[in-house]
């Protein structure tokens, strides 16, 4: 059985999946679909414009199915209104660590998994008042913080933006749980290869990353310990990628 029938669908509504390889019973993917879309991700379909051949996602279906294997799909809840399984597969995210997902789950960034100090510097700290008038982009580091050496290597690469937009920024701040971590000047963007960028391990197809330094302290001051507004925390809370401009 590879589908839902349309009334089986029907009672489902949207509903949260895991997927599970079943060479170790790692789960390495939480999802949230409709209809038959757990099983379009099992056999390794493309399904958002975030993915391309290079994710480790696809790679894990591909490396089991090389195997005559089948990814496991467990259906965690269903019946479910859009709201609740996205708050759900976010949960999920939270208590499945390291899995291949590219974002982290819907408001991730905002009522993710932290210690009560964190909350308590969160939501006392001042909100970070933007300049109309200069253009930065904010990059979510929530994952890419944990693996790297630094911020600056946190934040630099590789992310799905659009080149010419990524260029007119002046300053790109690193986000953290919704508080300004870092500010960089942004000198050049490349491709994300490895020779532009030694810790990747493999090209990763447009997607960037940039070259750069600290911001001026002037600038630091300004935004490094602040919240980013709620008026940029609400667009596309999955999406690491938020622009001012």
Same mark, same amino acid.
């Given at each position: ?100 997902? @590219?974002? &982290?789950?819907?408001?991730?960034? *905002?009522?993710?998994?932290?210690? %009560? =100090? ?5 939501? $006392? ?54 508080? @300004?971590? &870092?500010?960089?000047?942004?000198? *050049?963007?490349?491709?994300?290869? %490895? =020779? ?5 391990? $493999? ?43």
């Amino acid at each position: 059985m590879k589908k839902f029938s349309l009334k089986v669908s029907d009672h489902l509504l949207h509903y949260v999946y895991r997927l599970v390889d079943p060479r170790n019973g790692e789960t390495f993917y939480v999802g949230k679909g409709k209809a038959n879309r757990v099983f379009q991700h099992m056999a390794g379909e493309k399904l958002s414009s975030d993915e391309d051949d290079t994710s480790e996602k696809i790679k894990r279906i591909r490396e089991i199915h090389r195997l005559g294997l089948e990814v496991l799909p467990i259906i965690h809840r269903h019946g479910l209104d859009e709201k609740t399984a996205f708050e759900i597969e976010a949960a999920l995210l939270d208590a499945y660590f390291g899995t291949t997902n @590219i974002s &982290g789950g819907h408001h991730s960034d *905002e009522r993710g998994v932290m210690h %009560p =100090e964190e909350l308590i510097i969160r939501y $006392e700290a001042q909100v970070a008042d933007f300049d109309p008038n200069t253009p930065i982009l904010m990059i979510n580091v929530n994952k890419s913080i944990e693996e790297r050496s630094s911020i600056l290597e946190a934040v630099r690469y590789s992310w799905k933006v659009s080149l010419s937009k990524a260029r007119q920024a002046k300053y790109v701040l690193a986000v953290q749980q919704g508080l @300004i971590v &870092g500010a960089f000047e942004p000198q *050049e963007w490349y491709k994300a290869t %490895p =020779e532009n960028f030694p810790g990747l391990s $493999e090209e990763r197809a447009k997607r960037f990353g940039f070259v750069g330094k600290e911001a001026p302290s002037a600038i630091k001051e300004k935004y490094i310990g602040k919240r980013v507004p709620d008026a940029y925390r609400k667009r596309g809370s999955a999406n690491p990628i938020k622009y001012s401009y």
